[in-house]
């Protein structure tokens, strides 16, 4: 059986509910009510986590509520498979039996990909190719410090096969991580930067869930609901990130915006911009933030009403105009959210020496986000939108 198919319109279709949420500040102390204190738990995170002091933080918060931990800080950005094994094993020297992702998107995919292993159900690569993670993995649990990827609720982990040049998508209903903490005093210190980086991904997140063919009813509240969070708050948030209500809104945005795409799919935004990704050395977050407008735009003529609700949620007035002209507001208007935080919308801007690969474009074939997109391309048509950024600006 296909585990991931488009919603069949003629009949039911399914929701994946993520497990326990905490919220608001200090929520980090209520995450090991959940945890099983019969265990040892490694806690995967990266360096700058650890010498700001935030790893130490949780290790007080688990060690007060009688919970054993140890430390592995060597997750990198777009973690390879490599971090993930090393983890393990010092997991498996320490008797841990448990995982607490720590971080941002790269540290709580690696404790996915962690859990996994622990768990000895495999390798990595095999389910990066296509395989499904078919049974439990290890206790697995989740504390963002990044308003963005919302793995906290997704059953996939993004991991790097470096040899490959290519971010593989491991995915399982188990990789849903069992409870998380999203406390907006762990986003502090994070720099303005990242943190506009970051918000860029889940809009992008939801409104490629919004659009997307494989979309419900359930999907369109939440990842509407996450792009008004966005709108609202994200300027505020990059402009100070101590700001807790702001914190505290977009992890809210990112959470929800987590759930609609774990469940509704995602557009050729994500699937052009892993690629990209992998061969520039690209954030996620600012590949979405380069190709999510090229592809709204491209998107407008098969969902012209699904982006005039996006322009309303962002703001925009769209009353005085047919659906077709309104829809437009949607693309200027995340343009004009990019700008004003100081993302890149080009080549150029990013500092991207651009040189389109045969494989880049190949890559986007067998992913499950290329089938979500409201409107299909074929190659000629990829290719050109790969191209786009470098031809504006």
């Given at each position: 059986m296909e585990k991931e198919s488009l919603v069949d319109r003629s009949g039911t279709y399914s929701h994946l509910s993520p497990g326990k949420l905490f919220f608001g500040p200090g929520s980090l102390e209520s995450l090991p009510e959940e945890m099983d204190k019969g265990l040892s738990y490694l806690i995967v995170t990266d360096q700058g986590l650890a010498k700001a002091g935030v790893a130490d933080r949780v290790v007080r918060a688990l060690g007060e509520a009688g919970i054993r931990s140890h430390l592995f800080d060597g997750v990198h950005s777009d973690p390879p498979v490599e971090d993930c094994l090393a983890a393990a094993g010092l997991a498996r020297d320490q008797g841990c039996g448990g995982v607490i992702g720590l971080g941002g998107g790269s540290s709580l995919d690696a404790a996915k990909g962690v859990a996994v292993l622990l768990q000895g159900r495999?390798?990595?690569?095999?389910?990066?190719?296509?395989?499904?993670?078919?049974?439990?993995?290890?206790?697995?649990?989740?504390?963002?410090?990044?308003?963005?990827?919302?793995?906290?609720?997704?059953?996939?982990?993004?991991?790097?096969?470096?040899?490959?040049?290519?971010?593989?998508?491991?995915?399982?209903?188990?990789?849903?991580?069992?409870?998380?903490?999203?406390?907006?005093?762990?986003?502090?210190?994070?720099?303005?930067?990242?943190?506009?980086?970051?918000?860029?991904?889940?809009?992008?997140?939801?409104?490629?869930?919004?659009?997307?063919?494989?979309?419900?009813?359930?999907?369109?509240?939440?990842?509407?609901?996450?792009i008004g969070l966005v709108g609202g708050y994200l300027r505020r948030f990059v402009a100070?990130?101590?700001?807790?209500?702001?914190?505290?809104?977009?992890?809210?945005?990112?959470?929800?915006?987590?759930?609609?795409?774990?469940?509704?799919?995602?557009?050729?935004?994500?699937?052009m911009g892993e690629p990209l990704g992998a061969f520039f050395h690209v954030s996620h977050g600012l590949s979405c933030a380069i190709y999510l407008p090229v592809i709204m735009e491209f998107n407008l003529p098969a969902a012209p009403e699904k982006f005039c609700a996006i322009a309303r949620a962002l703001g925009e007035d769209v009353d005085w105009a047919p659906p077709h002209r309104a829809a437009r507001l949607a693309v200027s208007a995340v343009r004009e959210l990019f700008e004003d935080l100081g993302l890149p919308l080009t080549f150029k801007q990013a500092g991207i020496e651009f040189k389109l690969h045969q494989k880049m474009i190949d890559d986007v074939w067998p992913q499950f986000s290329t089938k979500c997109n409201p409107r299909k391309a074929d190659p000629e048509q990829v290719a050109a939108l790969y191209l786009a950024p470098g031809r504006e600006g």
């Amino acid at each position: 059986m296909e585990k991931e198919s488009l919603v069949d319109r003629s009949g039911t279709y399914s929701h994946l509910s993520p497990g326990k949420l905490f919220f608001g500040p200090g929520s980090l102390e209520s995450l090991p009510e959940e945890m099983d204190k019969g265990l040892s738990y490694l806690i995967v995170t990266d360096q700058g986590l650890a010498k700001a002091g935030v790893a130490d933080r949780v290790v007080r918060a688990l060690g007060e509520a009688g919970i054993r931990s140890h430390l592995f800080d060597g997750v990198h950005s777009d973690p390879p498979v490599e971090d993930c094994l090393a983890a393990a094993g010092l997991a498996r020297d320490q008797g841990c039996g448990g995982v607490i992702g720590l971080g941002g998107g790269s540290s709580l995919d690696a404790a996915k990909g962690v859990a996994v292993l622990l768990q000895g159900r495999g390798d990595l690569k095999e389910y990066g190719a296509g395989k499904w993670v078919e049974g439990p993995v290890a206790p697995l649990y989740a504390i963002p410090t990044t308003a963005g990827t919302g793995s906290e609720v997704t059953r996939v982990a993004v991991i790097t096969d470096a040899q490959r040049n290519e971010k593989m998508s491991v995915r399982g209903f188990y990789l849903a991580p069992r409870a998380a903490a999203l406390d907006p005093e762990l986003l502090k210190g994070l720099p303005p930067g990242i943190a506009a980086e970051t918000g860029a991904d889940a809009l992008a997140h939801a409104v490629e869930a919004y659009v997307s063919l494989n979309s419900t009813p359930v999907t369109d509240a939440l990842a509407l609901a996450a792009i008004g969070l966005v709108g609202g708050y994200l300027r505020r948030f990059v402009a100070n990130p101590a700001d807790t209500e702001a914190g505290e809104r977009m992890l809210v945005a990112s959470c929800l915006a987590g759930q609609a795409f774990t469940n509704g799919g995602l557009g050729l935004a994500h699937s052009m911009g892993e690629p990209l990704g992998a061969f520039f050395h690209v954030s996620h977050g600012l590949s979405c933030a380069i190709y999510l407008p090229v592809i709204m735009e491209f998107n407008l003529p098969a969902a012209p009403e699904k982006f005039c609700a996006i322009a309303r949620a962002l703001g925009e007035d769209v009353d005085w105009a047919p659906p077709h002209r309104a829809a437009r507001l949607a693309v200027s208007a995340v343009r004009e959210l990019f700008e004003d935080l100081g993302l890149p919308l080009t080549f150029k801007q990013a500092g991207i020496e651009f040189k389109l690969h045969q494989k880049m474009i190949d890559d986007v074939w067998p992913q499950f986000s290329t089938k979500c997109n409201p409107r299909k391309a074929d190659p000629e048509q990829v290719a050109a939108l790969y191209l786009a950024p470098g031809r504006e600006g």
